[in-house]
């Protein structure tokens, strides 16, 4: 699990970095349990609150998995991922690649999703409507649209979901989705979202694939005037 942590990021990044050195010292291994939230508050030095958001951003990217109850886990397969900043691929591209693979994969969605893969969305949906920073909000936007992929139980739909939530680290797009971003879009994208869970719980695919491309296809006039 290498995720480079952005100076940007401030105590998450620390959290972040020190999740590193624990696995590398301790040459962890996928599936291996990882510390306590409390832990990583005392020997990180930061909240417990910004803990849960480092391990939120963790969680989305696919690094690792939290399960009620029982801890935190580095996810199978998860290996050294992309520096930040070095996959070269423009938010244009991101957005062509998500259009091109999210709205096809709803009717597989709402084939193949169980009532726990209703529960992750409505866990991720809640936490972007509780988010209270741009960063929280990202980050569960991210965590839902990977619930989707999840949702699907193909795995190299996952694969592709990880890869562009990777290439959502980029510079360029977190400054541009980050200036796009106010109030009134956050609800919209809000809004977007509802629909798009409820879409699948009601198990209707063409109202599941249209959901997601109106979107997709508003997020990118958003953030690249199109």
């Not at 696995?23 to 005392?42: D, I």
């Not at 029982?70 to 062509?96: N, Y």
Request: include cysteine.
């Amino acid at each position: 699990m290498t995720e480079s942590a952005s100076p940007a990021l401030g105590g998450e990044a620390r959290v972040i970095e020190f999740l590193e050195r624990q696995v590398t010292e301790l040459r962890l291994n996928p599936g291996s349990k990882l510390p306590t939230e409390r832990e990583l508050a005392e020997h990180s030095g930061q909240s417990r609150t910004t803990v849960r958001r480092a391990l939120g951003m963790l969680e989305a990217r696919g690094r690792i998995i939290r399960h009620v109850g029982r801890g935190t886990f580095l996810a199978p397969g998860s290996g050294p991922g992309p520096e930040p900043g070095t996959t070269g691929i423009s938010p244009a591209d991101i957005m062509a690649a998500r259009l091109l693979v999210e709205p096809p994969t709803m009717p597989l969605v709402v084939t193949a999703a169980t009532q726990a893969d209703f529960a992750e969305m409505g866990r991720c949906l809640r936490g972007g409507e509780e988010a209270e920073s741009y960063t929280e909000f990202e980050q569960w936007d991210a965590a839902l649209h990977r619930s989707f992929a999840l949702a699907s139980h193909n795995g190299l739909l996952v694969r592709i979901c990880d890869l562009t939530n990777d290439a959502r680290h980029e510079p360029l797009w977190g400054k541009l989705k980050q200036n796009s971003f106010t109030p009134e879009r956050r609800d919209e994208y809000t809004r977007d979202h509802r629909a798009i869970v409820a879409a699948l719980t009601d198990r209707d695919a063409t109202v599941a694939q249209a959901a997601m491309r109106d979107h997709l296809l508003r997020v990118r006039r958003y953030l690249l005037g199109e």
